[in-house]
Nanobody, 123 residues
Framework: QVQLVESGGGLVQAGVSLTLSCAVS????????MGWFRQAPGKDREFVAA????????SYADSVKGRFTISRDNAKNTVYLQMNSLKPEDTAVYYC????????????????WGQGTQVTVSS
């Protein structure tokens, strides 16, 4: 059974950096694309970033492009989200997800999700 566990969230001030981690078990992690999503209070879950199976291709939401970086370590079965220059509007629960395919995932490609980690950015 696939298990995804996010960590690294917290309460931070605007402008600082934070790195989220997502450890995956029970899955052939290195063969599949991964993604990060977030959901703010009262809003729908939205795409943040995605990465293909070997890390050679990434994609980002416009709202985080240039500030966030997704990466993966296949030896550790872990995907990361480096978040720089955090803004109050980045406040949300952040989720990682596993794709069904090796390529860069599309929104419908994800079939397993973590429980999320809270990121709160104060102004």
């Amino acid at each position: 059974q696939v298990q995804l566990v996010e960590s690294g969230g917290g309460l931070v001030q605007a402008g600082v950096s934070l790195t989220l981690s997502c450890a995956v078990s029970g899955h052939t992690f290195s063969r599949y694309g991964m993604g990060w999503f977030r959901q703010a209070p009262g809003k729908d879950r939205e795409f943040v970033a995605a990465i293909n199976w070997n890390g050679s291709t990434t994609s980002y939401a416009d709202s985080v492009k240039g500030r966030f970086t997704i990466s993966r370590d296949n030896a550790k079965n872990t995907v990361y989200l480096q978040m720089n220059s955090l803004k109050p509007e980045d406040t949300a629960v952040y989720y990682c997800a596993v794709s069904r395919w090796p390529r860069i995932p599309t929104p419908s490609d994800y079939d397993s999700w973590g429980q999320g980690t809270q990121v709160t950015v104060s102004s």
